[in-house]
């Protein structure tokens, strides 16, 4: 699950969000405070990568849409 702080990746066995990755200048703790809920996190936290250039043509595609 991708949010506008992070990735959030289902654990398999027990079907927890784990975040896996904060995005560029977002902190754990920052994405902890935006959770309701006691937010497990990987043992360690990726940045996510920047979007590539398709992926910002096809975002701003949709902005413009709506």
Do not use: F, Y
Not at 46 to 59: D, Q, S, W
């Amino acid at each position: 699950m991708n949010t506008d702080l992070g990735i959030l990746e289902m654990d398999p066995v027990t079907a927890e969000l784990t975040l896996t990755s904060c995005h560029s200048g977002v902190s754990v703790e920052r994405v902890r405070e935006a959770t309701a809920w006691p937010l497990k996190a990987a043992a360690v936290v990726a940045e996510t990568p920047p979007p590539t250039p398709l992926e910002l043509l096809t975002l701003r595609g949709l902005t413009a849409a709506v």
